[in-house]
């Protein structure tokens, strides 16, 4: 099957997969979330315009699979939702870095010298200590393992 897919921008992406069939297609167009809900949990997200426009955008990713119409955006997104609902630390902990590291940003002179670098570090430092929380009953792991395999058939 020929699998077809535009980037925001415009540029076409082709590829032949053998072993891409409709109940593919289907598996990948259901979702826990629909549409509505997540454009209603972007909507109450505490983020700029711009970045909401942005996960919107990702919404309305498709890939055509011969005459099937995949939404793939809407799965990651869906997936993302479901992770960070069922793995709180892991996402607080995420956050906690990220405004961690908006903080050292925000010092005079030092802040720009250290936030490219300690902004990360410290995203990376609170998402692995609450994974570690997480992880403690193998349930997130086991939730991202099932998430990649989800999209397994439109590997190249």
Known sequence: MILEAETPDGKSFISEKLNFGPEDAEEINR??????????TIENL????????????????????????????????????ETLKNFPNASFGLVLGGMMGILVASIPFIGAIMAPFLAPLAMIYGFVV???QDLNDK???????????????LRA
Do not use: C, M, Q
Request: proline share 0%; glycine share 4%; hydrophobic share 45%.
């Open 139 to 153: 349930n997130l792991a086991n939730a991202i393992a099932e998430a990649s395999a989800r999209f397994d058939n």
């Open 46 to 81: 505490n983020i700029s315009a711009d970045a909401k426009s942005a996960l919107y955008s990702i919404i309305n990713a498709t890939v055509r699979a011969g005459r099937f119409i995949v939404k793939i955006g809407r799965k990651i997104l869906d997936v993302v939702i």
């Open 130 to 132: 609450g994974i570690k």
């Open 31 to 40: 979702t826990t979330n629909s549409e509505s809900k997540i454009k209603s």
